[in-house]
């Protein structure tokens, strides 16, 4: 099994950055592609970045792009989301995932392992 475990949320202005760092444990062996999802009250779980082992390919939401960035350290086991120039529409409740299988990065479907989450609170 593969446990995930997200640190670094909490409250920042409009404008403002946070960074968000995931511990991989467990049979980190397994892990091919690791990804940040999002979930906003009464709403859907969405795809908010993913990179594959040795960082190989990265994908990124659209609604994020040029203010996220993923990185992972698979020496450390742990993967990254750096994020700038935050928006109120960022706030949300953020996961860490993982899969073992290799190919689409985008789908929530992929991931079978999943961290608790961490409350991230962008005040405008």
């Known amino acids: 099994q593969v446990q995930l475990a997200e640190t670094g949320g909490g409250f920042v202005q409009a404008g403002g950055s946070l960074r968000l760092s995931c511990t991989v444990s467990g049979r980190t062996d397994y892990v091919y592609t690791l990804g940040w999802f999002r979930q906003s009250p009464g709403k859907e779980r969405v795809f908010v970045a993913g990179?594959?082992?040795?960082?190989?390919?990265?994908r990124y939401a659209d609604s994020v792009r040029d203010r996220f960035t993923i990185s992972r350290d698979d020496a450390k086991n742990t993967v990254s989301l750096q994020m700038n120039s935050m928006k109120p529409e960022d706030t949300a409740v953020y996961f860490c995932?993982?899969?073992?299988?290799?190919?689409?990065?985008?789908?929530?479907?992929?991931?079978?392992?999943w961290g608790q989450g961490t409350q991230v609170t962008v005040s405008s």
């Open positions: 990179i594959t082992r040795e960082g190989l390919d990265i």
């Open positions: 995932a993982a899969t073992a299988t290799p190919g689409w990065i985008r789908p929530r479907f992929k991931y079978e392992y």
